[in-house]
């Protein structure tokens, strides 16, 4: 995908009002006022979002001798370059019985919080200016980043496509072993581990922490005597994207001073309904 796309991708889906006014404009040019009847949000947000949707290159006024809200906007050809791809996204990664796909502009999205985490390892184990190198062509500015921060998926996914180009073998271990440390550190993660119960007891809460760390898709979990299962469904099957929860389930075991045997069962990726993994300790 054209970088520019990706950056346009990561402006836009980091903000619901810009998401919901770029979707609204889809069909054909509209007022603010229009907009903000039809995205049910205040006009002083339609107008911010119209602003810096402008600014992106991403809209423009079509009568700017017009009083401001009698201004008629639309799509530039740019805008509905992102629209199309937004719609594709959504497409890939939720099926259309998913509640979430009925939102307009819904866009798959993850907490940052694992992310800093995850760049902190690399600059530890690689550098921070061969991280920084790295990086410089991805869509997000990582400076940015704090753990209140929303990532939409795709950008997460190239973030780990970039890392295994640059630093991995082709099989996403180093996605999988950064993983494997950041995982029990994410404050929802950490709250779950500080908690007197084994581990068996803890997984059960796994669908909790997930939702409130990713906006789609769903977790489902099987317990049993010193193991776990957990199946993901309707989320973003990538190679990094698995490598990660592998990672994740591996270090989230180790942090209780356990040695972890996760297995990889079933894969989107391979044609399964969902992606499952298998936990024992």
């Not at 530890?124 to 939409?152: C, F, H, I, M, Q």
Request: glycine share 8%.
């Amino acid at each position: 995908m054209d970088h520019s796309i990706w950056q346009d991708f990561s402006f836009v889906a980091s903000s619901g009002y810009r998401e919901r006014v770029l979707a609204a404009l889809a069909g054909f040019p509209k007022l603010p006022k229009q907009l903000s009847s039809e995205t049910h949000l205040r006009l002083n947000h339609v107008s911010r979002a119209l602003r810096e949707l402008r600014q992106r290159g991403l809209v423009v006024c079509l009568t700017p001798e017009a009083k401001a809200r009698g201004r008629l906007y639309g799509m530039t050809d740019a805008g509905w370059t992102l629209f199309s791809y937004l719609n594709n996204s959504r497409e890939r990664f939720v099926p259309p019985t998913s509640l979430s796909v009925g939102a307009t502009g819904f866009v798959p999205k993850i907490r940052a919080a694992l992310v800093v985490r995850f760049l902190q390892v690399l600059k530890g184990k690689y550098g921070a200016d061969r991280v920084r190198e790295a990086l410089d062509g991805w869509a997000v500015d990582p400076v940015a980043l704090t753990d209140d921060n929303w990532l939409s998926a795709d950008s997460c996914a190239e973030l780990f496509d970039i890392v295994e180009s640059k630093f991995g073998d082709g099989s996403y271990r180093c996605v999988r072993d950064a993983s494997a440390q950041v995982a029990p550190t994410v404050p929802t993660v950490l709250e779950q581990l500080a908690k007197a119960l084994p581990l068996e007891a803890l997984a059960e809460f796994a669908p909790v922490v997930y939702a409130k760390e990713w906006n789609y898709g769903r977790l489902e979990v099987e317990t049993g005597r010193r193991r776990a299962v957990f199946r993901h469904f309707d989320w973003m099957p990538t190679p990094g994207m698995c490598a990660l929860f592998h990672g994740a389930y591996e270090g989230i075991v180790r942090s209780r001073g356990l040695v972890p045997k996760v297995t990889k069962s079933r894969c989107v990726q391979r044609g399964d309904g969902y992606c499952e993994y298998i936990v024992e300790w």
